[in-house]
């Protein structure tokens, strides 16, 4: 091997450039578009520079209640993040032995990962019907719907998460040492204890990383909604439905404003992540520094 | 621990020795292995089984059902199926709509599969072999992987302003004197939807062959490299092999997604491009769940085939 920069390197350097600028332009190019004038259209040159668009959602002026879809998603991204990241974690730690079923969560797992989402969403949406039947059939005719976003969204969009976060899990614990633990058994910590003051610190950036996954892979879920919501819609659906409708640049406002809620998320994430890690380095370990 | 060493512990070491009666008293509480891992693991089972498994079941069922035009009659019929393949046999040679669909949808899916694992296993190539330093690593997967938490609408009409009628590439062009006339195909084509599934799933392809990248080792490649190996022969004969679970995950995330997408498919396409995934919205939107389900049925047989077909090339178990 050459030491020193090859040229396969340099090649590869734009290449990836290139990659990174294909990625991220784009979105950029809407978030400019959605600071159009009041006379702008869709498409580029600016036609002045304005937070028209952008107050205009928020008079809520538009077709639809802009600002309830708001809530719902918001709403249901943290109750989807909560139980992702309770589940991921407890489930993480029942693999870490053998037992039974074993390989059914498994592969159930991973079939819900790769299930077409349509027929998840159609599956959860039949679901609902038939025992919404039940329902009028044998206990009130006067009875609505059991669809609902916390009940069949909210099914919906945990098994998109949860997948991602078994599989986070399976990375955390390949990694972990887990003569910790023993050393905590052995100073006659509980098993509890030893979950609490020692597994879960260690792990804890990555559990924070399973919930930036939970709360993003909802707050931007579409095709499981789109079938299973019920009665009511998530943000994405209302931005989905207004690509066929909408000519004017609101579409980018309201695309700038879901962007700006997922990179502040994502933000927050990080920023705990690296504080946490940073603390583990400088705390973590002081094996070989004791006094004896 | 026999009683006598314990009267020596506690005279000796008073506080180790209470540290040893937590652990017992905990231990006669404590419940059996088998019983920890099903309250841990079972909520997550629960959650597959009401919302992934038992739907799925209804999805097969409701596909062998009877409708009209305003319900669901459960009574078994083949009309969903019969509905769903009409004529095929009558326009032989010719293929049916079904048939068309389906041919088109894996078109589509060849097409993005080997743009994705190009520019995927060239990105993760990099990252893995090129990037030397973990936080130059970390930092530039991260700026992979944030577009993906971001919302994938959003990803998709962000080519408008790009594509569209008078958008920068067709000003562009035209202001370089290159043509006359603002391309049309550019947006609501099958190239845009091409573009777009690229754009929003060639992540799935760069984590696992990167994954599998960072575990190949380094002094392989020098032991390749120091046997008289040129840099292609080393490509093709050890870090293609060794990285082949991490192509094989990643092409069946791409094909299952686009499989079976209709979102990406519907708004780049402008709702006019006809695709597996879209039957069922279709069919779906005139509220016909048999022919929905039975559509459902037939991608799912589809996809399943093409995953045993790649799954036996890797066990996919192994490589996590």
Same mark, same amino acid.
């Given at each position: 091997?050459?030491?020193?920069?090859?040229?396969?390197?340099?090649?590869?350097?734009?290449?990836?450039?290139?990659?990174?600028?294909?990625?991220?332009?784009?979105?950029?190019?809407?978030?400019?578009? %959605?600071?159009?004038?009041?006379?702008?259209?869709?498409?580029?040159?600016?036609?002045?520079?304005?937070?028209?668009?952008?107050?205009?959602?928020?008079?809520?002026?538009?077709?639809?209640?802009?600002?309830? %879809?708001?809530?719902?998603?918001?709403?249901?991204?943290?109750?989807?993040?909560?139980?992702?990241?309770?589940?991921?974690?407890?489930?993480?730690?029942?693999?870490?032995?053998?037992?039974?079923?074993?390989?059914?969560?498994?592969?159930?797992?991973?079939?819900?990962?790769?299930?077409?989402?349509?027929?998840?969403?159609?599956?959860?949406?039949?679901?609902?019907?038939?025992?919404?039947?039940?329902?009028?059939?044998?206990?009130?005719?006067?009875?609505?719907? !059991?669809?609902?976003?916390?009940? %069949?969204?909210?099914?919906?969009?945990?098994?998109?998460?949860?997948?991602?976060?078994?599989?986070?899990?399976?990375?955390?614990?390949?990694?972990?040492?887990?003569?910790?633990?023993?050393?905590?058994?052995?100073?006659?910590?509980?098993?509890?204890?030893?979950?609490?003051?020692?597994?879960?610190?260690?792990?804890?950036?990555?559990?924070?990383?399973?919930?930036?996954?939970?709360?993003?892979?909802?707050?931007?879920?579409?095709?499981? !909604?789109?079938?299973?919501?019920?009665?009511?819609?998530?943000?994405?659906?209302?931005?989905?439905?207004?690509?066929?409708?909408?000519?004017?640049?609101?579409?980018?406002?309201?695309?700038?404003?879901? %962007?700006?809620?997922?990179?502040?998320?994502?933000?927050?994430?990080?920023?705990?992540?690296?504080?946490?890690?940073?603390?583990?380095?400088?705390?973590?370990?002081?094996?070989?520094?004791?006094?004896? | 621990?026999?009683?006598? &060493?314990? +009267? #020596?512990?506690?005279?000796?070491?008073?506080?180790?020795?209470?540290?040893?009666?937590?652990?017992?008293?905990?231990?006669?509480?404590?419940?059996?292995?088998?019983?920890?891992?099903?309250?841990?693991?079972?909520?997550?089972?629960?959650?597959?089984?009401?919302?992934?498994?038992?739907?799925?079941?209804?999805?097969?069922?409701?596909?062998?059902?009877?409708?009209?035009?305003?319900?669901?009659?459960?009574?078994?019929?083949?009309?969903?199926?019969?509905?769903?393949?009409?004529?095929?046999?009558?326009?032989?040679?010719?293929?049916?709509?079904?048939?068309?669909?389906?041919?088109?949808?894996?078109?589509?899916?060849?097409?993005?599969?080997?743009?994705?694992?190009?520019?995927?296993?060239?990105?993760?190539?990099?990252?893995?072999?090129?990037?030397?330093?973990?936080?130059?690593?970390?930092?530039?997967?991260?700026?992979?992987?944030?577009?993906?938490?971001?919302?994938?609408?959003?990803?998709?009409?962000?080519?408008?302003?790009?594509?569209?009628?008078?958008?920068?590439?067709?000003?562009?062009?035209?202001?370089?004197?290159?043509?006359?006339?603002?391309?049309?195909?550019?947006?609501?084509?099958?190239?845009?939807?091409?573009?777009?599934?690229?754009?929003?799933?060639?992540?799935?392809?760069?984590?696992?062959?990167?994954?599998?990248?960072?575990?190949?080792?380094? &002094?392989?490649?020098?032991?390749?490299? +120091?046997?008289?190996? &040129?840099?292609?022969?080393?490509?093709?004969?050890?870090?293609?092999?060794?990285?082949?679970?991490?192509?094989?995950?990643? &092409?069946?995330?791409?094909?299952? #997604?686009?499989?079976?997408?209709?979102?990406?498919?519907?708004?780049?396409?402008?709702?006019?491009?006809?695709?597996?995934?879209?039957?069922?919205?279709?069919?779906?939107?005139?509220?016909?769940?048999?022919?929905?389900?039975?559509?459902?049925?037939?991608?799912?047989?589809?996809?399943?085939?093409? #995953?045993?077909?790649?799954?036996?090339?890797?066990?996919?178990?192994?490589?996590?």
């Amino acid at each position: 091997m050459k030491e020193g920069r090859s040229r396969g390197f340099y090649i590869l350097a734009v290449f990836f450039a290139a990659y990174v600028l294909f990625l991220y332009g784009p979105m950029i190019a809407i978030y400019i578009l %959605s600071f159009q004038g009041p006379q702008g259209g869709l498409t580029f040159p600016m036609n002045g520079v304005s937070t028209y668009w952008l107050s205009k959602l928020f008079q809520g002026t538009g077709i639809i209640d802009l600002g309830a %879809s708001f809530r719902r998603s918001l709403l249901l991204g943290i109750v989807v993040m909560a139980i992702t990241v309770v589940l991921s974690v407890a489930a993480g730690m029942a693999f870490r032995r053998r037992f039974r079923a074993q390989s059914i969560l498994f592969y159930s797992a991973i079939a819900s990962l790769i299930v077409p989402s349509i027929i998840t969403s159609l599956g959860i949406s039949l679901e609902f019907r038939i025992i919404d039947d039940l329902i009028k059939a044998h206990l009130s005719d006067r009875f609505e719907t !059991s669809m609902g976003l916390l009940t %069949s969204g909210l099914g919906a969009h945990l098994t998109w998460t949860l997948p991602f976060g078994l599989l986070i899990m399976f990375a955390i614990f390949n990694r972990f040492d887990p003569r910790l633990e023993e050393a905590a058994r052995d100073l006659g910590a509980t098993p509890w204890q030893t979950f609490r003051y020692v597994v879960l610190p260690i792990i804890l950036p990555s559990v924070i990383g399973i919930g930036l996954f939970g709360f993003t892979l909802s707050w931007d879920e579409l095709a499981r !909604s789109s079938q299973a919501i019920g009665p009511v819609n998530t943000l994405p659906l209302d931005l989905q439905g207004l690509t066929t409708t909408v000519t004017k640049p609101d579409i980018y406002a309201l695309g700038t404003i879901i %962007s700006a809620v997922s990179f502040v998320v994502i933000a927050l994430a990080l920023g705990t992540i690296h504080i946490l890690t940073k603390r583990q380095a400088s705390k973590g370990s002081d094996a070989g520094k004791g006094l004896v | 621990m026999t009683s006598a &060493s314990d +009267d #020596i512990l506690h005279q000796t070491a008073p506080g180790l020795a209470r540290g040893s009666d937590t652990a017992r008293r905990g231990k006669t509480a404590r419940l059996s292995p088998s019983f920890i891992s099903w309250l841990q693991a079972g909520p997550m089972m629960l959650v597959f089984l009401a919302f992934f498994l038992i739907p799925l079941g209804f999805v097969v069922v409701v596909s062998f059902w009877d409708y009209n035009e305003y319900q669901l009659l459960p009574a078994f019929s083949g009309r969903g199926y019969t509905d769903t393949f009409e004529g095929c046999i009558a326009q032989l040679p010719d293929l049916c709509t079904i048939g068309k669909t389906y041919v088109k949808t894996l078109k589509l899916c060849f097409l993005v599969w080997a743009i994705t694992l190009f520019i995927g296993f060239w990105v993760a190539y990099f990252l893995a072999f090129h990037v030397k330093s973990r936080t130059w690593q970390m930092g530039l997967s991260l700026l992979c992987t944030i577009p993906f938490w971001t919302s994938n609408v959003i990803r998709m009409i962000a080519w408008i302003p790009l594509l569209g009628r008078n958008g920068l590439v067709n000003s562009g062009l035209i202001g370089a004197g290159l043509i006359n006339q603002p391309i049309e195909w550019l947006l609501y084509s099958e190239f845009s939807v091409v573009l777009a599934l690229v754009h929003l799933f060639t992540f799935f392809m760069v984590v696992p062959i990167f994954n599998s990248m960072v575990r190949i080792d380094k &002094s392989l490649i020098e032991a390749a490299y +120091d046997a008289g190996a &040129s840099g292609l022969q080393t490509l093709v004969n050890v870090i293609i092999p060794l990285a082949k679970p991490g192509i094989v995950i990643g &092409s069946i995330f791409v094909i299952t #997604i686009v499989m079976g997408d209709f979102i990406t498919i519907g708004v780049m396409g402008g709702q006019q491009i006809a695709a597996a995934g879209k039957i069922i919205e279709t069919r779906l939107n005139a509220l016909q769940f048999p022919a929905a389900a039975a559509n459902a049925v037939i991608l799912l047989a589809i996809t399943f085939m093409i #995953i045993t077909m790649m799954s036996r090339i890797v066990d996919i178990r192994k490589e996590l």
